[in-house]
Antibody
Framework: EVQLVESGGDLVQPGGSLRLSCAAS????????MTWVRQAPGKGLEWVAN????????YFVDSVKGRLTISRDNAKNSLYLEMNSLRVEDTAVYYC??????????????WGKGTTVSVSS | QSALTQEASVSGTVGQKVTLSCTGN????????VGWYQQISHGAPKAVMF??SLPSGIPDRFSGSKSGTTASLTISGLQPEDEADYYC???????????FGGGTKLTVL
């Protein structure tokens, strides 16, 4: 079964740090772009970052540049989101998702259940 | 403010056909295929359409289309289990980022 399982969410103070993990199983992880998407309480989905198959190409939404970084360990079938200088507005459920492809176009075809990050003093 | 614009809410009765729209610009919807994601009761999102292709396991009452900078998701023969929030998403070349619409809350009356 193709599966993504996030972990690492927690309550943290503003300015703090956190590392989220996403464990992949049931597919050849190293063959796929991977992405993080978040959803603040009562709000819609927001793309955060993504990373290519070998980890060399990374893209971020402007609001997290310089504070969050994405990485992966293909030997461990794992995706990570390192979060520093956290702000109250980073409070959200964080989902990891796989980028599938159809006819050369990419989309988020498999999603995890999410992990909750709360930033509050 | 989202890069893609969706109706805030749409409703329909069981068996009815409903269409959700997603409007962007030439840098996003006008240049790339659009994905549609269903989220039931704030659970994990699930892909229900990409371009006009149906992901495995999604019933064929779902269909997708695009004209210029507007994409549409049509549900023919609405079912109670289709009640959910629906989000459109695509790649925005000018932003070098993936963008989502604000979401449409679909209510099945």
């Amino acid at each position: 079964e193709v599966q993504l399982v996030e972990s690492g969410g927690d309550l943290v103070q503003p300015g703090g740090s956190l590392r989220l993990s996403c464990a992949a199983s049931g597919f050849a992880f190293s063959n796929y772009w991977m992405t993080w998407v978040r959803q603040a309480p009562g709000k819609g989905l927001e793309w955060v970052a993504n990373i290519n198959q070998d980890g060399r190409d990374k893209y971020f939404v402007d609001s997290v540049k310089g504070r969050l970084t994405i990485s992966r360990d293909n030997a461990k079938n794992s995706l990570y989101l390192e979060m520093n200088s956290l702000r109250v507005e980073d409070t959200a459920v964080y989902y990891c998702a796989r980028h599938g492809q159809i006819e050369g176009y990419s989309y988020m075809d498999v999603w995890g259940k999410g992990t909750t990050v709360s930033v509050s003093s | 403010q989202s890069a893609l614009t969706q109706e805030a809410s749409v409703s329909g009765t069981v068996g009815q056909k409903v269409t959700l729209s997603c409007t962007g610009n030439s840098n996003n919807i006008g240049s790339y295929a659009v994905g549609w994601y269903q989220q039931i009761s704030h659970g994990a999102p699930k892909a229900v359409m990409f371009g006009n292709s149906l992901p495995s396991g999604i019933p064929d009452r779902f269909s997708g289309s695009k004209s210029g900078t507007t994409a549409s998701l049509t549900i023919s023969g609405l079912q109670p289990e289709d009640e959910a929030d629906y989000y459109c998403s695509t790649l925005d070349y000018s932003l070098s980022a993936w963008v989502f619409g604000g979401g449409t809350k679909l209510t099945v009356l």
